[in-house]
């Protein structure tokens, strides 16, 4: 029942293959440090490929490449099938969310000479981890006239960065027989942006120095937090991991490794497929799919109704039968084995970075309490698919039994009554500001998911 690790399955040409797509993922990945600009780097890339803007087309034929584009946080991207869009459409969905801290609404203040932005954290982190590096601010302040003004501070080599400072080591006493979920609390995430006070201002003279920068730089005025929505996440690139290149470290693998990999398999189909494709980004997976933007949203089932309106051949039933005849692919992070902790894996149940693709038949924790559990039949058949067109794949658990769990954007889809599993990349690190994956999985996933859309 082992699994082959997939660089022994390579030949020198298939490496270089695998070095070249994992290079292009780091490209994609480092202008994507937030789900808007994931989704602009993915709509961009659908447009050089010929995919139109569903708004902009009246009517649909097989063939056909639109994407849909859901207040610049999510995005769909279909190719219309030989068969009617009633028998069902292949799906891949991924999120274009990651864990982060967001800057608050009412944000700035000064103490000690310092100003600081205040934060409150996005999705599951240790928050620990969080301290002591450099940071990014990348986002979007909405002002009353309607302008936006996109932010990206931190990722230029001459750009300044920020971060959050960690107490010395010499004073620690009290810090270090602390519980690891308290050693840095929620509330103390606090960004530190200036030390350098104006000397005219009346008071908070070091505020008053970063708003004047705010303000000359950016042109907006400390009340415009109000409608901004800043992220602030590690700054800089990712990187090659490993003396032999093989693995990748950066920011955002989850679950951006997976949108990569389910748009590298979009573009890549030629031709007409035969059944409908749809590749699904959606945003908010960390924090429970909810929102305008989240996959419990109805944006997904509005797209569908439109597409089929424009292929002549919309209604209600039409619809629901869709929805329930689909396939699909929900693609996300696997936790990957890791033998510096491995008491909290279970083996024979474990992904490796390495060995592919993995599908987990169910997620969730407790007894499987909130995931979506696979039906034996579909998978049966996704295997006979993978051997099919030679996908290195595994199958995993996230860990041991009881040892914590979590949730996917699966059970979502499957309440259409759709034949969902859960199929991503294994990460060490998951959640960290820097998490590792390996190029060969990523490059396995590609394959995975364009052998899926095509022969699903
Ligand atoms: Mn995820
Ligand atoms: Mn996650």
Redesign the pocket.
């Known amino acids: 029942m082992e699994r082959k690790n997939a660089w022994t399955t390579y030949s020198e040409d298939e490496t270089a293959k695998v070095m070249e797509l994992g290079s292009d993922y780091r490209d994609y990945l480092d202008r994507s440090k937030t789900e808007r600009e994931c989704a602009k780097e993915t709509v961009a890339r659908a447009e050089k490929a010929g995919y139109k803007d569903l708004d902009s087309v009246s009517s649909l034929k097989p063939g056909d490449r639109i994407y849909v584009n859901t207040m610049g946080k999510a995005v769909q991207l279909y190719i219309i099938g030989e068969k009617p869009i009633e028998k069902g459409l292949n799906i891949v969905g991924a999120h274009i969310d990651s864990?982060r801290m967001d800057i608050k609404q009412n944000p700035m203040y000064e103490d000690s000479d310092l100003c600081y932005l205040d934060t409150h954290y996005y999705?599951?982190i240790k928050k620990y981890q969080w301290v002591a590096l450099p940071l990014a601010l990348h986002g979007v302040v909405a002002k009353k006239d309607g302008s936006v003004v996109d932010i990206a501070i931190g990722e230029d080599d001459g750009d300044p960065v920020v971060g959050i400072s960690d107490l010395l080591i010499h004073l620690s006493a009290t810090q270090l027989d602390k519980k690891g979920s308290v050693v840095i609390e929620g509330e103390d995430l606090d960004v530190i942006v200036g030390g350098m006070p104006l000397k005219d201002a009346e008071k908070d003279k070091v505020k008053s120095r970063v708003l004047q920068i705010l303000k000359d730089k950016y042109g907006f005025e400390e009340e415009d937090f109000l409608s901004a929505e800043i992220e602030v996440v590690p700054a800089g690139r990712s990187r090659d991991f490993g003396l032999d290149r093989s693995m990748v470290i950066g920011y955002g693998h989850?679950?951006r490794v997976c949108a990569y990999a389910e748009l590298d398999a979009m573009l890549g189909i030629e031709g007409i497929p035969e059944y409908t494709c749809c590749c699904i980004l959606a945003d908010k997976?960390?924090i429970g799919s909810v929102g305008a933007t989240g996959m419990q949203a109805k944006y997904f089932e509005n797209a569908v109704a439109e597409i089929m309106d424009k292929c002549g051949d919309y209604s209600e039933l039409k619809l629901r039968k869709a929805l329930a005849s689909s396939k699909m692919l929900s693609c996300d992070?696997s936790a990957g084995f890791d033998p510096s902790y491995a008491y909290a894996f279970e083996k024979k149940n474990a992904a490796f970075l390495g060995r592919g693709v993995c599908f987990n038949k169910f997620t969730g924790s407790r007894g499987k309490g909130g995931s979506n559990d696979a039906n034996a039949e579909y998978i049966g058949k996704l295997r006979a698919i993978m051997d099919e067109n030679s996908v290195s794949f595994q199958t995993a658990e996230i860990g041991k039994v009881d040892q914590g769990g979590?949730g996917t954007i699966a059970f979502i889809c499957a309440l259409y009554g759709m034949n969902v599993i859960d199929s991503g990349v294994p990460v060490l690190s998951?959640?960290a500001p820097w998490e590792i994956i390996s190029k060969a999985d990523l490059y396995e996933a590609v394959k995975a998911y364009k052998a899926f859309l095509i022969n699903a």
């Open positions: 864990p999705g599951g989850d679950d997976e960390e992070v979590g998951m959640h």
